[in-house]
């Protein structure tokens, strides 16, 4: 029997997001949430019941878990089970999918004797989790909700904390909208219909007023379903672009300046390259966001002025579609920040070694690369991507031409 790495002791308290985010899956909280009705059960993430109620993390490779995770990428994926599920502050078992003998670990934790092929079932889909750039709520729709083995829409919602931190965002961007959903009768002020609009949005909640916004959009029940799902997603990465903006400014900036000692001229040549590689291939991902983002605010905007409707109802139509590459541009550009970071604040020295430079810029390069360094293929974004003739401010902002 394999064994199990020793308990993670933290407080699991700290982790706790109330579902899914760009790098927690939080089981336990949608558990705690949706426990209670049918369809968690009949259509859940995993088929183990304990497994269900865990968390899932996507985690940067620290220098003392090299030797036993079984992947080159500087970021895997950690599952964290509670010792007990009332208690989170006792802490759990830590298990990343990378690592040596994970099938086996996994198996000591859930055995299940009588039906051993479930827990088989429920570690592919681990895998699968692992091979996902993101664990952002809309991704993880547009990879699991026609599954063969699909998992039911309480699973996909926003975390109620980030919906009260996206509202005024959300509403600023679609006062011009409120009176198709709200209708001309509505004596309320803009921007209070449109805080009302964006709770219904953001909510889901289709019935009412909703429906007049289907009718201006000539859509059926079930179009205007999959297309305000469209819409959510949109916004939803809108926003976390706003969030990871100047983060990622920062890290641009701070790359370009940081020194670097102990280092060969070869090193040196070597290190300068992979500087500028990065900061490309980070500008490079941040110009793939925004066109998406521009191609949805021209459409807005003439559906907004009533030029044209047709142009809106197809981009919602079509938005899920993009969103495993928006899901992995915007993860690698806030991964990246983040882990410059958390390094700033544990080098008080300032600067870099030649030697540690090296090891950090390569795993900067693996996580902002869609290919392998050096590799001369890359995706036709033409064909990828909708594209917008309208340049986008945030793009000047850091500097991509």
């Known amino acids: 029997m394999s064994r199990i790495r020793e308990t993670v002791r933290s407080d699991l308290r700290n982790i706790v997001k109330g579902g899914a985010t760009s790098r927690i899956l939080d089981l336990h909280s949608i558990a705690r949430r949706y426990g209670e009705y049918d369809a968690h059960a009949d259509n859940p993430f995993f088929l183990h019941g304990r497994l269900n109620r865990c968390f899932i993390v996507k985690h940067t490779v620290r220098a003392h878990e090299r030797p036993y995770v079984m992947s080159n990428q500087p970021v895997v994926t950690k599952v964290l089970v509670p010792l007990a599920h009332d208690d989170l502050a006792l802490g759990g078992h830590a298990v990343f999918v990378e690592e040596i003998g994970f099938a086996g670990k996994m198996r000591t934790l859930f055995e299940r004797k009588d039906e051993p092929h479930l827990l088989d079932l429920d570690l592919i889909r681990l895998r699968e989790l692992a091979a996902l750039p993101s664990f952002d709520p809309f991704l993880l729709a547009e990879r699991f909700r026609d599954h063969v083995r699909p998992i039911d829409d309480c699973y996909f919602n926003i975390t109620d904390a980030e919906v009260e931190r996206m509202e005024q965002s959300v509403a600023k961007q679609i006062v011009s909208v409120v009176a198709l959903a709200f209708g001309e009768e509505d004596g309320g002020r803009d921007d209070e219909r449109a805080m009302r609009f964006t709770r219904q949005l953001l909510s889901g909640d289709l019935d009412g007023r909703m429906q007049a916004l289907r009718k201006s959009l000539d859509m059926t029940e079930i179009e205007f379903k999959s297309g305000i799902f469209g819409w959510k997603g949109v916004l939803y990465y809108r926003w976390c672009m706003s969030e990871a903006l100047s ?5 641009i900036t ?15 040549n070597e290190l300068q390259h992979m500087r500028r590689s990065i900061i490309e291939e980070t500008r490079h991902r941040w110009k793939n966001l925004t066109s998406v983002m521009d191609e949805y605010e021209h459409v807005f905007g003439r559906f907004c002025r009533g030029e044209d409707v047709n142009g809106f109802r197809n981009f919602l139509l079509k938005a899920p579609t993009l969103f495993y590459d928006v899901g992995s541009d915007l993860s690698a550009v806030s991964h990246v920040p983040g882990y410059w970071s958390y390094w700033a604040k544990q080098n008080s020295k300032g600067f870099l070694q030649a ?4 090891m950090l810029f390569s795993d900067f390069i693996a996580s902002v690369t869609r290919f392998s360094p050096g590799s001369a293929t890359r995706i036709d974004d033409a064909r990828r991507r909708m594209r917008s003739p309208i340049p986008h401010p945030v793009v000047q902002a850091i500097g991509v031409a």
């Open 355 to 358: 030697r540690e430079a090296m």
């Open 247 to 251: 983060a990622l400014k920062s890290f």
């Open 254 to 268: 701070q790359l370009k300046a940081v020194s670097i000692v102990g280092a060969s001229d070869h090193e040196y």
